[in-house]
């Protein structure tokens, strides 16, 4: 175990709760019987690490988080294989994406394998969580906050890393029933120098109008466009988005816009050895609604932690409308699906090395 972890407590709970029918979780709606909790304090660095029994925490009403937003998260998944084994799923990605969202808003960096060891550490006191239910997982959400009591725009000089359980199904209701999505073309999530790729809370607060306006209208998620021109396609909802066009897959460039997806990263990795052409370059919703109107638009699908692979079905832009894949998920798509979980929870070969057995 990482040196950072020495002297990790754990306190076990004497109330364990009662588990939920695997084939009724949903999603993020159960917690598990602990969490894990480590310190920071300028001067002192992260300390004091500890599992302990899951339940409310006690900061100051002046905490700069409530008040100033100084906050992170993260999120992966733990799989259970057909031989009761435990597999995490490329979690060093997930520590260097934390390091990176730390910088942009100030945060101290935390020691990737401390943090990567923190979740094996608590996945295995709660192993018993993990559901084996088809297409369920422990999803693990860490993340991190500013404690400090204080009223003034600066960083904290204290802070929470606190990682936490949750056993969970589909994310969305229809599990692979392909979404409807709607081209959000008045709010904009981000823009060229603020933080889209970032996994900061405050990137999704301000997506919630969009997204209850399309859910009004009978959507699912939002597409959304850059926050300059309303024009070029950058990230569906809470995942990054794909297009496949003309034999080609084609998603939003890393500009610093969208969220560098682990899952994206897996997508494009799988599709280029299977000699598929990416191109992770700017494009135009008009061109999307143009390759539909010329038979040219094939698939679309979302990639994310949370549902991995989410077809689209139809899309709505303006006063435009389409059907994709007569509204039925594509052999693309569903590849990839069956590929990932198939890696994830060991029913596959990794041949990239991305889990790793607990």
Request: proline share 6%; net charge negative; glycine share 10%.
């Amino acid at each position: 175990m990482n040196d950072l972890l020495n002297g990790l407590k754990i306190t076990r709970t004497l109330n364990p709760k009662a588990k939920p029918d695997p084939a009724e979780l949903g999603f993020g709606k159960y917690f598990t019987d602990h969490m894990f909790i480590m310190d920071y304090d300028e001067g002192q660095g992260w300390h004091d690490p500890r599992i302990v029994p899951y339940g409310p925490l006690l900061i100051d009403p002046a905490a700069a988080v409530l008040h100033y937003a100084q906050e992170m998260f993260e999120g992966l998944k733990t799989y259970k294989g057909e031989d009761g084994g435990l597999r995490l799923f490329r979690p060093d990605m997930n520590a260097k994406r934390t390091n990176v969202t730390n910088e942009r808003i100030c945060l101290p960096p935390i020691d990737e394998g401390a943090y990567v060891d923190a979740i094996k550490a608590l996945v295995e006191v709660d192993s018993d969580w993990a559901p084996d239910y088809p297409g369920t997982s422990l999803y693990i959400r860490p993340y991190i906050f500013a404690t400090e009591p204080f009223l003034g725009v600066r960083p904290a000089k204290s802070y929470y890393f606190i990682i936490i359980l949750s056993p969970v199904g589909s994310y969305y209701k229809g599990g692979l029933e392909p979404t409807k999505i709607y081209v959000e073309d008045k709010y904009a999530r981000s823009a060229e120098g603020l933080t889209g790729f970032a996994k900061i809370g405050g990137n999704y607060a301000i997506s919630l109008k969009a997204q209850v306006l399309a859910e009004e209208m009978g959507y699912t998620q939002v597409l959304w466009l850059d926050g300059r021109e309303r024009r070029y396609v950058e990230e569906i909802g809470t995942s990054n988005a794909f297009f496949v066009m003309n034999g080609e897959v084609w998603t939003a460039p890393l500009a610093g816009t969208i969220l560098p997806g682990i899952t994206r990263d897996s997508v494009i990795r799988i599709l280029r050895d299977r000699g598929v052409t990416v191109r992770e370059e700017r494009f135009t919703i008009e061109e999307v609604f143009a390759a539909a109107d010329s038979g040219e638009l094939e698939e679309a699908f979302a990639s994310g932690t949370a549902a991995v692979i989410s077809p689209v079905g139809e899309m709505k832009w303006m006063d435009k409308h389409i059907i994709i894949n007569n509204g039925e998920i594509g052999p693309v798509s569903h590849s990839l699906y069956d590929t990932i979980t198939g890696i994830q929870s060991g029913h596959l070969p990794d041949p990239y090395g991305w889990t790793v057995k607990l």
